[in-house]
C-alpha cells in the first residue's frame, strides 16, 4: 500500500447495498456489496480481506479489477471519476476468529448450538463485505441477509428489520455512519423489552441458555443510561432503537456497535439473586460505557484512528458519570480511583509508552492503539480533569454544540478541545495538549527549602528513563490558598512555610481528589506532618498517599522498606478504597519473598495482623443490610486470611464448601471463589477438582466460570496442573476467550508458573493463530511481565521474545515488558533484605 493513502482519498462512499448470504453448514459466506460514491480519482481501491472477488461491475459494465491480501484491497480502474455505483461480487470464510462474521458456541439441553454475531472494529468490516473500511468513510446501508434457516431463529441489526421476501431479511436504511459499527446477528436468542421516557425502544438478548430473569439488570441499566445520556446531552438518542446482545464468543469486553451493542456474556447477563455487588457495578459501568459510545463514537466518530482516545477516553469518563448519576449511593467514583488511576499511572511510568494520541497507519499497529491503561484510562483521567477544570454546566453546553456541529459527521481532539473552550471561556486545548502530545506524566515535589514552601515537577520513572526535560500544565489543587490553579513551569515557590501551615491549619496537600495525573513526593517534613494527621484525611486522600508512596519506591525515589510500617495504620479502616490500595501494597510485597521460606512464613504472618479483626467483624458470609463497603471490602481481608493459612478462616471456607458441595454455584458469589480457592489450595483431591472442572464445562453462568477459572489454578498438585494446561487448548472446555485468564491464574502459582511458561513458549504458534488477530494478543505478554520478578525469569523472556520483535503490533510490548521486568528485577535484588526485615520488625 503506498504509504498513508487512505482509500477514502479516491473513493468516497455515499451509500451502500450489501446482500449476504451466509451458510453455517458449508462455513461459506457469499454475497454483492453495491456502493454508490464519488470517485476522485479513475483508479480506485475498496477493503477486503480473505476474500474471493468474482466480478466488479461500474455502473452496471464489467471493469478490470485486482486483489490481495497484502494491501488488504480490491483495486479497481474505472476509467473515470466522479459519482460511480460499484458492484463487488465475492465470497467469504465463516472462521472462528472472533473477528469479521463469526460463530458463537453455546450448549443447551446437551446439543451443541450456533449464534452469528460479528465484530467489526478495528479493521474487520472488511472481512464482512467490500466496504471503504475507514471512519471517515461515513456512508448509509442497506442491508439484506439471508441464511440456512431454521424455525426459530431471529435476526437483528442496526435498524429494526422492515421486511422478508423468498428467505432475505431486509433491514431499514441506516443513517450515516462508519463500517465499524456495522452489525448483526442471527440464532436462536431470547429478548426483554422496555422503552425509554422518549420513545427509544431498548432490548436485551442472549441465548436461551440462561434464565430469562438474567437479561433485567441489563435493561433497566441500559433503558436508565440511554435516559441519562438523552438529558446529560441535551441530544436525542438517533436511533429506533438500542439493542444488547450478549454473544457466548468474544474477544474484547464489549462493541459499540450502533444501535445492536454486543457484549461478553459476563458483562451483561447475570443472576439478579446471585451476584456480587462488585460484578453488578462493572456490568453496569460496562452498559453505560458502550451506550456513552451511541453518541459519542457513533454519532460523531474520529477522523482517523490516532484520535480513538477522544473515543474511548471520553466513554470511559462517562461510564462513571452515568452511573455516579443513576445510581448515586453505589459511589461509582470510588471504583475509577481503585482501577483506573492506578492502571494508568502505573503504565504510564515505564520509558517507551505511547502518548494518548499517536500516529497510526498500520492495521496491526491501530489493534496495538488499544492500550487499556493509556487510551482507555489515562485518557479518562485527562477528561476528568477539564471536567474538575470547566465543571459541568460547561462541559454539557460544549458537548451539546459539538454533537450539533459534528453530527453523523467526523471529529478531531481539536474539535472538541474547540467546543468546551467556547463554552467554559478557558485555553482548553492548550492545557490538555501537553497530557496528550507527551507520553508520561510528572511527579510533583513538595519541599520546605530555607523556610519556604516550593514545588517543582519532573518526568516520574518507574525503570530507566530518558529524560527529555518534558513539563506539563499541572492542575495542582492544592489545599492552600497560595496555590494556583496550573503549574506550568518547572518549579515555583509558594511563600514562608510556617506562616502558610499556621494560616490554613493542616498538613499541605496537593492534587486533593486525585483527580490530576500526577503523583506528589513530599519532603520529610511535609510528609510527617500528613503522617500525623492521618485520621484527618479522607478515604481518597489516604489511597493515594499509599499510591504515591509505593510508586515512588518503583521509582526508587524512596525506600520500599519505608512502607512497610504504615500499613498496619490503614488496617481498620471501613472504606473500600482505603483496604483496595492496602491489600494492593501488601500484595506487592510478595515478590520480595522466595515461596515457602521464612521470609514468606513472616509475610503471612503480617497478612494475617493486617486482617484477623477485619474477618472477625464481617465473617465469611454477606450479610443483610450491610453498607456497600463492607460487602465490597469482605473480599480484601478473606483474601489475606487465606494467604495468611488463618487457620480459623480455613476452616469456615472449608465448612461452607461441604456444607454447599452439592450447589456450588448457589454459594454466595461475593465470597464463593475464596471458598472455591481454598478447597482447591488446601483439601482438594482429584475427585473434587474433577467435580469443579466438570461445573466449569457445564455452567452457562459466567461469574460463576469465573470463579472456577481462578480457583482450580490454585492447585500445588502437578498432575491436576498439567491436566489442566492440557485443556487449554480445547475450546469445548476453555473458550479462547477465557484463556488468558487461566493462563495468568496456572502462571501466577509458583507450582504452576514452570508449566505455563513451557506451555505459551511451545505453543505461541497456536495461539497467535487462535488469537492473533485481534487487540487481546499483546496482553499474553502483559501478563506473563506481570508475574516475572527473578533474572532467571528475565532471561528466557529476553530469549523468547526478542526475536518477536519486529513483529507488527508487538514491538511497543515487548520493548516496555522487558524494561518492566527488568526493572523488578533489580528493585527486588536491591530492597529484599530492607524489606524483609521491616516485615519481621512489624510482626514482632
Ligand atoms: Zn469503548
Not at 353 to 376: K, M, N, T
Not at 555 to 569: C, D, E, F, K, N
Not at 768 to 784: A, C, L, Q, R, S
Amino acid at each position: 500500500m503506498a504509504e498513508s493513502t487512505h482509500f477514502y482519498e479516491l473513493f468516497q462512499p455515499t451509500h451502500y447495498n450489501v446482500y449476504l448470504d451466509i451458510n453455517r453448514a458449508t462455513k461459506l459466506i457469499s454475497g454483492t456489496s453495491t456502493i454508490t460514491g464519488d470517485a476522485k480519482q479513475a483508479s480506485i481501491a475498496i477493503h477486503q480481506k480473505f476474500m474471493t472477488i468474482s466480478a466488479v461491475k461500474a455502473d452496471g459494465k464489467d471493469v478490470p479489477f485486482t486483489f490481495d491480501d497484502q494491501s488488504e484491497g480490491i483495486h479497481i480502474d474505472l476509467g473515470k471519476t466522479g459519482e460511480t455505483t460499484v458492484a463487488i461480487d465475492f465470497t467469504a470464510p465463516l472462521t472462528d476468529s472472533m473477528m469479521g462474521i463469526y460463530p458463537s458456541y453455546y450448549e443447551l439441553n446437551g446439543e451443541k448450538k450456533e449464534l452469528i454475531g460479528t465484530q467489526f472494529e478495528t479493521t474487520a468490516a472488511r472481512q464482512a463485505f467490500p466496504c471503504v473500511d475507514e471512519p471517515e468513510a461515513k456512508a448509509t446501508f442497506d442491508l439484506a441477509i439471508k441464511f440456512d434457516e431454521h424455525e426459530g431463529e431471529t435476526v437483528i441489526s442496526n435498524m429494526p428489520e422492515v421486511k422478508v421476501v423468498d428467505g432475505v431479511h431486509y433491514f431499514d436504511t441506516t443513517v450515516r455512519m462508519s463500517s465499524y459499527l456495522i452489525a448483526f446477528a442471527f440464532g436462536e436468542m431470547q429478548s426483554k423489552l422496555t422503552t425509554t421516557k422518549s420513545g427509544v425502544k431498548v432490548g436485551v438478548f442472549s441465548t436461551k441458555a440462561h434464565q430469562p430473569k438474567e437479561l433485567d439488570f441489563a435493561l433497566d441499566i441500559a433503558k436508565r443510561s440511554i435516559e441519562f445520556y438523552e438529558d446529560f446531552y441535551q441530544t436525542p438518542y438517533p436511533l429506533p432503537h438500542s439493542w444488547q446482545l450478549a454473544l457466548p464468543d468474544f474477544s474484547a469486553g464489549a462493541m459499540e456497535n450502533w444501535g445492536l451493542v454486543t457484549y461478553r456474556e459476563a458483562y451483561l447477563v447475570l443472576d439478579p439473586d446471585n451476584t456480587s455487588f462488585e460484578t453488578k457495578q462493572r456490568v453496569a459501568t460496562v452498559i453505560a460505557h458502550e451506550l456513552a459510545h451511541q453518541w459519542f463514537g457513533d454519532l460523531v466518530t474520529m477522523k482517523w484512528w490516532d484520535d480513538l482516545w477522544l473515543n474511548e477516553s471520553f466513554a470511559n469518563m462517562m461510564e462513571y458519570v452515568a452511573i455516579d448519576a443513576i445510581e448515586p449511593d453505589w459511589h461509582i467514583w470510588e471504583v475509577f480511583q481503585t482501577s483506573e488511576a492506578p492502571m494508568a499511572l502505573q503504565r504510564d511510568a515505564t520509558d517507551g509508552v505511547q502518548s494518548v494520541h499517536v500516529q497510526v497507519e498500520d492495521p496491526a499497529e491501530i489493534d496495538a492503539l488499544f492500550d487499556g491503561a493509556i487510551v482507555y484510562a489515562k485518557g479518562a483521567r485527562m477528561l476528568v480533569m477539564v471536567r474538575a477544570l470547566i465543571g459541568d454546566d460547561a462541559l454539557r453546553a460544549g458537548l451539546k454544540n459539538y454533537f450539533a456541529t459534528h453530527h453523523y459527521g467526523n471529529a478531531t481532539g481539536a474539535d472538541l478541545w474547540a467546543a468546551l473552550g467556547a463554552a467554559s471561556g478557558m485555553n482548553v486545548g492548550a492545557i490538555m495538549n501537553s497530557w496528550l502530545e507527551q507520553p508520561g506524566y510528572p511527579v510533583v515535589s513538595a519541599a520546605v527549602v530555607d523556610g519556604k514552601l516550593t514545588i517543582s515537577q519532573q518526568q516520574f520513572f518507574v525503570g530507566e528513563g530518558k529524560d527529555a526535560g518534558r513539563q506539563w500544565q499541572v492542575p495542582l489543587n492544592g489545599n492552600y490558598d497560595a496555590v494556583p490553579e496550573i503549574l506550568a513551569d518547572k518549579s515555583m515557590t509558594l511563600g514562608d512555610y510556617a506562616e502558610l501551615r499556621q494560616a490554613s491549619g493542616q498538613p499541605f496537600r496537593l492534587n486533593v481528589g486525585n483527580n490530576s495525573h500526577f503523583i506528589v513526593k513530599y519532603d520529610d517534613t511535609l510528609l510527617q506532618d500528613i503522617l500525623a494527621n492521618l485520621d484527618t484525611l479522607d478515604a481518597i486522600a489516604q489511597l493515594q498517599l499509599l499510591q504515591d508512596l509505593r510508586l515512588l519506591a518503583e521509582g526508587r525515589q524512596i525506600s520500599y522498606a519505608a512502607i512497610v510500617p504504615l500499613l498496619s495504620r490503614f488496617a481498620d479502616s471501613r472504606s473500600t478504597v482505603v483496604n483496595d490500595v492496602l491489600y494492593g501494597v501488601a500484595g506487592n510485597l510478595r515478590k520480595f519473598v522466595t515461596p515457602d521460606s521464612a521470609e514468606e512464613k513472616a509475610l503471612r504472618r503480617l497478612f494475617d495482623r493486617l486482617s484477623a479483626k477485619q474477618v472477625a467483624r464481617l465473617g465469611w458470609t454477606p450479610r443483610a443490610g450491610e453498607s456497600n463497603d463492607d460487602q465490597l471490602t469482605r473480599p480484601f481481608v478473606l483474601n489475606a486470611a487465606l494467604y495468611a493459612k488463618n487457620p480459623e478462616s480455613i476452616a469456615a471456607a472449608h465448612k461452607l464448601f461441604v456444607a454447599n458441595q452439592d450447589n456450588l454455584a448457589g454459594l454466595p458469589a461475593a465470597v464463593r471463589v475464596f471458598i472455591l480457592a481454598n478447597e482447591v489450595e488446601n483439601f482438594s483431591d482429584a475427585e473434587v477438582f474433577d467435580q469443579l472442572l466438570n461445573d466449569y464445562r457445564k455452567s452457562s453462568d459466567a461469574s460463576y466460570k469465573a470463579d472456577l477459572a481462578a480457583a482450580l489454578p490454585t492447585t500445588s498438585d502437578a498432575t491436576l496442573i498439567a491436566k489442566l494446561i492440557g485443556v487449554f487448548e480445547d475450546a469445548d472446555t476453555v473458550k479462547p476467550q477465557d484463556l488468558r485468564a487461566w493462563y495468568r491464574g496456572v502462571l501466577n502459582n509458583s507450582d504452576g508458573e514452570q508449566a505455563a511458561w513451557d506451555w505459551i513458549r511451545n505453543d505461541w504458534q497456536w495461539l497467535e493463530n487462535t488469537v492473533g488477530g485481534d487487540m487481546e494478543f499483546t496482553t499474553y505478554i502483559t501478563v506473563t511481565t506481570g508475574v516475572f520478578h527473578t533474572p532467571e525469569r528475565l532471561a528466557e523472556f529476553k530469549a523468547f521474545f526478542e526475536p518477536k520483535l519486529n513483529t507488527p503490533g508487538l514491538t511497543r510490548e515487548i520493548t516496555m515488558d522487558t524494561k518492566v521486568i527488568e526493572t523488578r528485577v533489580a528493585l527486588i535484588e536491591d530492597e529484599k533484605t530492607a524489606v524483609n526485615e521491616a516485615v519481621a520488625e512489624a510482626t514482632k
